[in-house]
């Protein structure tokens, strides 16, 4: 397995891999990797991908000036073995100043998308994601990304960048990784107590009680209900449709219910598409 912290050297070897005839995967993370991220790189696996890059980065750009970068959790050593084990063949660990070179100015920005749920609590969250997803996408020559349904949102706005700048390379949503007690596997979660994280359970029950054909009035008012209960602090309860985002009035296919929580002082996410 490769190890690159030069982007230039990255870019490089996968453009001699690709024209060689190498099909290239791409799974972007910002490290502290659990089951979740391994799944991933299990998915590029199981696609056929002769060259898996995992990119291993707290990307700054994304975090907003009261949010949790300097504490985020790392452990390169143990990334570095967990993408061994599940398959990868190279990982990228770059630092901020080889990424964001001296008086970099120039950003990408999805304004549809963006604008409600994690994009309106955290300004500017969403241009740091797509800013450095796509320089990630131009080192990578990747045919394809595998990014995680947890994420929704997220996924959501990285497949309209791919369409509106014509980015030549498919993009993969893999189905959310649970603890055993229904928790959504996050990095995050190193930070809760256990009394914390038998609240936070009430995010995954309270999303799976749900029955298709609720109006999303009842269906978030039940939520936020649950959470409270619990002991939670709610940031937001949402029903959506999949591809606008905007709001539906019926828990029903082609919709996904999304929460944004604080168990304690930290924010967790979570969601179930119907």
């Not at 790392?74 to 063949?89: F, H, I, L, M, V």
């Not at 609720?214 to 937001?236: F, Q, V, W």
């Amino acid at each position: 397995m490769k190890k690159f912290t030069d982007p230039a050297k990255l870019q490089k070897w996968c453009r001699e891999r690709r024209a060689a005839g190498a099909k290239i995967a791409l799974v972007p993370t910002m490290g502290y990797l659990h089951e979740g991220h391994v799944s991933l790189i299990k998915e590029a696996v199981r696609r056929g991908a002769d060259e898996i890059v995992v990119s291993v980065f707290v990307n700054p750009v994304q975090f907003g000036p009261n949010e949790d970068y300097d504490k985020y959790p790392r452990d390169e050593k143990a990334d570095w073995k967990k993408c061994r084990e599940a398959g990868a063949t190279a990982v990228f660990f770059p630092t901020p100043a080889n990424m964001y070179l001296d008086r970099h100015s120039v950003y990408v920005t999805e304004e549809d998308l963006s604008r409600g749920l994690c994009g309106a609590r955290r300004p500017g969250h969403f241009r740091g994601v797509c800013t450095v997803v796509a320089k990630l996408f131009n080192l990578s020559h990747a045919h394809f990304a595998v990014f995680g349904h947890k994420d929704f949102q997220q996924a959501q706005i990285i497949k309209r960048m791919v369409r509106d700048l014509n980015f030549d390379l498919d993009i993969v949503v893999a189905p959310i990784v649970r603890e055993e007690t229904g928790l959504a596997k996050s990095s995050r979660n190193t930070y809760l107590s256990a009394a914390e994280k038998e609240s936070a359970l009430a995010i995954s029950k309270s999303l799976y009680a749900l029955k298709g054909g609720e109006r999303a009035a009842a269906a978030k008012k039940k939520i936020a209900s649950a959470l409270e209960k619990a002991g939670l602090k709610t940031d937001y309860v949402e029903v959506v449709d999949v591809e606008t985002l905007e709001d539906a009035k019926t828990v029903a296919p082609g919709t996904c219910v999304l929460v944004a929580a604080y168990c304690g002082k930290t924010r967790l996410i979570d969601n179930r598409e119907f």
